[in-house]
């Protein structure tokens, strides 16, 4: 899917991929290629290999020793838990550092994680469901990158992503949702992937209950949405809310109100999110 014609017309710049995450893209498409050659990409690369190896033994992933390369790495985890590490540093590393974003980076790690360990559950591929998690708000890291001071200080005014679009749209002319769809499709990750990042606040906003602050979500409709897309929505919704630690009724409300839309049974969803969240330690 193009980016659409009004994004390129912004003057907000879209970090470009970084080219080993764009030759490890095209590995993992190789059917061919074994963990050996995975590992070897990514050591290439002193930096992002120290990176990975440092975090694979972090207590994120609580491997009982420690690992000493990405290929030792791959083994012990899998390669779409490593790949998909790399892509989280890749993507961290393509805005510049600033605190304003590392607790953003923080919960994109775990969403990111809990997805793809919770996306079997729904018949879900978890690689999709990694990088949708992981991506969720890389929208807003493209706004924070462009005007730090002042999207941080929109932030404190309204700290709620969802009730901020509309401030967005009117200051930036484009919500994070929408840019952050457009920098999926800009490092060429799946369809299904920019679509979901893009619709978020869709789902976000399906979950609201009917006492909070009245709320305008996107104009398009979940049955407009290929099925995948769907569930990755309605999923990556409920895995936020576990993640903040909702007590079980409020997940269970939660998941009601997203499973008609997403087409999937609500005792599945909550019992996917709960358990996503449970294997990161949430």
Known sequence: MPVAPPLRSLEIDLPACPQVLVDLSLLLHDEGAN??????LIEADMALAAAVVRSVNSALFGLMRRVESVTEAVRYL???EVAMLTYEIGLRGAFPPMPLLDALWERASR????????????DIDPW???????FAECGQAALVAHDADGYDAMVKRQPDALARIDTEIAHYGV???ALGGALCQAWGMAGEISETVRQRPLALATMVVPTATPLNPPADDWQHEPPMVRKL????????????????????????????????DAGLLQQAAAAGVARVGG
Request: with cysteine; charged share 15%; glycine share 12%.
């Open 35 to 40: 963990t050996n050659r995975i590992g070897a």
């Open 78 to 80: 899998g390669t779409r």
């Open 111 to 122: 969403r990111g994680l809990a997805m793809g360990r919770a996306a079997g559950v729904l």
């Open 175 to 177: 919500s994070h949702a």
């Open 233 to 264: 929505m309605a999923l990556m919704a409920a895995i936020d809310l576990a993640l903040a630690a909702a007590d079980a009724a409020v997940l269970a409300r939660a998941c009601a109100e997203l499973a008609r839309p997403a087409g999937v």
């Open 128 to 134: 999709l469901a990694h990088s949708a998690g992981l």
